[in-house]
């Protein structure tokens, strides 16, 4: 049996109809019909009738309308709410690069604790491409990923960082029509995940090791000294990490409060029995759910509970090494 990619048109064996596969998920294929409904459709119960135009996954590339320059160039993730066109909650994720770059990216969804492959491609400068439809259900089941790799075909180039990014978010912010905003360059008002800005250095953000070594950016006053016998006090809270962050966004702060919440990690790696209480407050749970799931993946064999109640009430964590 052919094998079967994004971008190929096929037919229902056992069914009428059939359409243009748009995304493919281990043995399931999200086959497009030609009223823009995606119809999961076991790849064994479809038949290949035409390849897609390239050998490779295809893409759908639009351009974005926007100004010839950009003040602030970034990329991000745009999430279209088509309910209002289909009647029903369904999501078209895009791909968007307001860059001089080019970008490689690859798609992802987090199972367990190996990625899923989902699509890839290039987004040239300027320019957005479809990643694909998805309902509710499976925005609360999947964990996205992103993946991307900034270059010039033209001309020599600064070296960019390697991007590895979830978007973290709650199923519940995409009902919530005032999440989403009117946005140039799209049909429909859209939820917005940002992978990349450049109103920050990049090293400021994914190169973790080095946050803490830039002075003019990082504050230490959230090390509280402690006595000898009592745990040493971590405060994660973005004001008591940087000097200045009123132009991160939300994700942004998050990775670096968690490369301070790592880097305190390896520092007291081997320092047996020595005590951290990590705070990060209560507010919606998305800080302390990362740190927990840091903690999970890369310290297994460390123990962490939550801190006293009496003192820090629900919103720190301690771990014991």
Not at 250 to 268: C, G, P, S
Request: aromatic share 12%; charged share 25%; proline share 3%.
């Amino acid at each position: 049996m052919a094998q079967i990619n994004v971008g190929d048109k096929v037919r229902f064996l056992n069914d009428v109809g059939g359409g243009t596969v748009k995304r493919v998920d281990g043995k399931l294929l999200y086959v497009e019909d030609h009223d823009g409904f995606q119809i999961p459709s076991l790849i064994n119960e479809c038949v290949l009738v035409e390849k897609a135009a390239s050998s490779q996954q295809s893409t759908k590339t639009i351009a974005v309308t926007t100004q010839a320059k950009l003040a602030n160039q970034q990329l991000f993730v745009a999430v279209e709410n088509l309910e209002s066109k289909l009647k029903r909650p369904l999501y078209q994720f895009w791909m968007v690069n307001q860059t001089s770059f080019s970008v490689y990216f690859v798609f992802s969804r987090l199972h367990a604790k190996s990625y899923q492959y989902l699509i890839s491609g290039e987004v040239k400068p300027q320019m957005k491409v479809d990643l694909g439809q998805y309902s509710i259900q499976q925005i609360d089941e999947y964990k996205f990923q992103i993946q991307a790799m900034f270059y010039n075909r033209d001309e020599r180039y600064e070296s960019m960082p390697l991007l590895d990014v979830p978007l973290v978010y709650k199923p519940a912010s995409f009902l919530k029509a005032d999440n989403f905003i009117k946005t140039e360059g799209f049909e429909f008002s859209i939820f917005k995940f940002n992978i990349w800005t450049n109103s920050i250095q990049p090293k400021e953000i994914f190169l973790k090791d080095q946050i803490a070594a830039k002075p003019t950016i990082v504050n230490t006053s959230n090390v509280k000294k402690v006595g000898k016998n009592e745990p040493l006090e971590i405060d994660l809270h973005i004001h008591q990490i940087l000097d200045k962050f009123d132009k991160l966004s939300n994700y942004e702060m998050l990775q670096v409060q968690i490369a301070r919440f790592e880097e305190v990690m390896t520092q007291n790696m081997g320092k047996k029995g020595t005590r951290v209480v990590f705070i990060h407050g209560v507010g919606n749970g998305v800080l302390k759910q990362e740190v927990i799931k840091v903690l999970k993946q890369k310290y297994k064999s460390i123990y962490y509970q939550d801190a006293s109640f009496k003192e820090y009430g629900f919103g720190a964590t301690m771990v014991i090494f």
